[in-house]
């Protein structure tokens, strides 16, 4: 009776599996709203971690698969809050970079009083999916005010500026070097302030909180090559200074998209114009032509360019029906598009962060996770369970294909049986050597198989009984997944 248990074992674990993956399919995962969090785009994931919440500061790690397209009402997320190590904190700079351009530095923030220190910085291994805290050498900054308008460049150095420490803190994040760089010329202020790296390896600054040089009408611009600072005078439209925003380069490289924030002053009386657009030869502010839906502006969301489409996460001063993750088409600078469809580009992905050229990696695949609105829709859940159903089915039908032809096999071979161990035993015996241990070559696989069984012959009853529970069981098993599949279309 043992091929019985065998055939209820296997058959217990293919039905734990299909609940499983019903389960996995069906596990809801709550988005929730946060702002000063950190957005780092790589190959086509944005990942997202912590930000400050209602209540409390997040540790939520997860990040949105933008290499499909998708409604923003049904995003794709994979989470990854269980294998994230890093204390809940909000205002942190996030970037791709090291030797390998295979890691995820997150630098600065402010954590939650009753957690543990919040180290300056974090790596993440983004092929073996783990968190660590990187040696770094050189004189480390005490701490990174405004950590949140850190820009990497073009070679892999991060650049901290915020008006309020003496230097740039800059961090080399292939050598794991901390250095400083020049603030002579820079502005006497920087906190909340849009930043954003040019074509040519330069940082823009624009805003903030400080003095008349945070005003709008003069922007910074910090040569990260020489080391150098330098200020332009602007004209247009000038938006009102404003703390909070983010700014983006162009699909073209030659205007900065600014979104959002809030005025410094005369809040009251200031434009509710939630885009403005910087052109880098006359550098005149202007505002651009949009289409679609025009959402009311944010403070503390962070902004990424993925292929044609300025890409907006979270924020605050904003409310339903308004997205959580907003979408700027931005392929035609005569005309930008708010729009809730996401289509891959195939032009080259671009982001605020630029990232340091080297060969691509893929991270381990991780379960997807789906909702509507934060969750994906009911129609993958469907489509999952049928394939799952459907490789359970083929699995079964296996088993007991197998476990048919090996008993009739056996039956056929079992009048042998006592002939082939008797010839063992024989072989055996004119083998054996007192005081040697005889090294023999393995019995072949039809003497070890039918020896278990003595020569017992299975009835042909209960070949058919075993025939009949395996086709019973994959019938329950197969009837309820499609209730289960039932239900989750109904809702």
């Not at 296997?10 to 946060?34: D, G, H, M, S, V």
């Not at 063992?424 to 005889?438: D, L, V």
Request: charged fraction near 15%; glycine fraction near 8%; proline fraction near 5%.
């Amino acid at each position: 009776m043992l091929q019985k248990y065998f055939v209820y074992i296997t058959l217990w674990f293919l039905f734990q599996f299909i609940l499983i993956e019903i389960n996995c399919l069906n596990a809801p995962y709550t988005l929730k709203k946060r702002d000063e969090h950190t957005a780092t785009l790589v190959d086509n994931k944005l990942y997202i971690l912590g930000g400050s919440l209602l209540n409390e500061v997040g540790k939520d790690f997860f990040y949105i698969d933008f290499s499909v397209s998708f409604n923003i009402q049904n995003l794709l997320l994979i989470d990854l809050s269980n294998i994230n190590t890093v204390p809940s904190h909000f205002g942190a700079a996030s970037a791709r970079g090291g030797a390998n351009n295979d890691t995820l530095f997150i630098c600065g923030g402010i954590g939650n009083v009753t957690v543990d220190k919040v180290e300056l910085v974090y790596s993440f291994n983004l092929k073996s999916n783990s968190w660590s805290i990187p040696k770094i050498t050189g004189q480390s900054p005490i701490s990174l005010f405004a950590a949140e308008t850190g820009i990497i460049n073009y070679n892999g150095m991060m650049y901290f500026w915020d008006g309020i420490v003496s230097n740039v803190n800059i961090l080399d994040t292939i050598n794991l070097i901390w250095k400083k760089g020049s603030s002579i010329g820079a502005p006497k202020g920087g906190l909340g302030s849009a930043a954003t790296l040019l074509p040519d390896n330069k940082i823009i600054y624009m805003g903030g909180i400080g003095d008349k040089s945070t005003l709008m009408n003069l922007v910074y611009i910090y040569d990260t090559i020489n080391d150098f600072w330098s200020t332009k005078i602007t004209s247009g439209t000038i938006p009102p200074n404003k703390i909070g925003s983010t700014a983006v380069l162009g699909l073209d490289g030659q205007r900065v998209i600014v979104f959002g924030g809030i005025p410094t002053a005369d809040i009251a009386n200031a434009p509710k114009i939630p885009l403005y657009e910087l052109n880098l030869i006359t550098f005149e502010w202007h505002i651009p032509k949009t289409s679609g839906s025009t959402p009311a502006s944010r403070e503390n969301h962070r902004a990424n360019v993925i292929g044609n489409y300025m890409v907006i996460t979270f924020g605050i001063f904003y409310s339903e029906p308004e997205n959580d993750i907003l979408l700027l088409d931005i392929s035609n600078v005569d005309e930008y598009i708010w729009t809730n469809e996401f289509n891959p580009s195939s032009s080259i992905v671009k982001s605020s962060l630029p990232t340091v050229p080297t060969i691509p990696t893929k991270p381990s695949p991780l379960p997807t996770i789906s909702s509507q609105q934060y969750i994906s829709s009911n129609n993958s859940n469907i489509v999952g369970a049928i394939i799952g159903s459907l490789i359970a089915g083929a699995l079964l039908s296996f088993v007991g294909s197998y476990l048919y032809k090996w008993n009739k096999n056996r039956n056929k071979d079992g009048s042998n049986l006592n002939d082939n161990q008797a010839n063992t035993n024989s072989q055996a015996k004119r083998n054996y050597y007192p005081g040697q241990e005889a090294v023999q070559p393995p019995a072949p696989a039809s003497v070890i198989d039918r020896s278990y069984y003595h020569g017992r012959e299975i009835p042909n009853n209960e070949i058919q009984e075993l025939k009949q529970e395996i086709h019973d069981l994959r019938q329950i098993i197969l009837q309820s997944n499609k209730q289960s599949t039932s239900s989750m279309g109904n809702n």
